[in-house]
């Protein structure tokens, strides 16, 4: 999945991603909240870089308040919401299990967005 998704983001089809906001703050977890500026490589598959992105804008908001504009962002899929929803459903519910956390419709989705610099 991390090539298929490095190449989306290095056509510029992929300009977005969400992630669980409050697994930033687990005890123990040692990746921080993404801030607007911020700079990230990408990496494939074999955790190889093949990009640079920087943030140009972060949202925390419910899961059930996503709009159509950020699902299609992810660049993922059929880009509609429902795709959107159906695959973060699946993605988060067993993983806010693992952590003995309840994932619903109120549950909060760090949202960034990124443009890539390199390569451009």
């Known amino acids: 999945m991390a090539d298929e998704l490095a190449h989306l983001v290095l056509q510029g089809k992929k300009t977005g991603t969400s992630s669980g906001y409050e697994l930033y703050f687990l005890p123990g ?3 921080t909240v993404p801030q607007i ?10 955790e190889q870089p093949v990009g640079v992105i920087q943030n140009i804008a972060i949202t925390v908001l419910p899961f059930k308040e996503v709009s159509d504009e950020q699902a299609r962002k992810e660049g993922e ?5 429902d795709y959107w929803r159906r695959v973060h459903i699946e ?13 619903s419709e109120e549950t909060q989705v760090l949202y960034e967005e990124f443009k890539v610099i390199y390569p451009n």
């Not at 911020?38 to 598959?45: E, F």
């Not at 899929?77 to 919401?81: E, Q, R, T, V, Y």
Request: proline share 3%.
């Open 29 to 31: 977890e040692t990746e």
């Open 37 to 46: 500026g911020q700079i990230d490589i990408v990496l494939d598959g074999r």
């Open 77 to 81: 899929g059929d880009l509609s919401l």
């Open 91 to 103: 993605f988060f519910k067993p993983y806010y299990a693992e952590v003995n956390l309840e994932f």
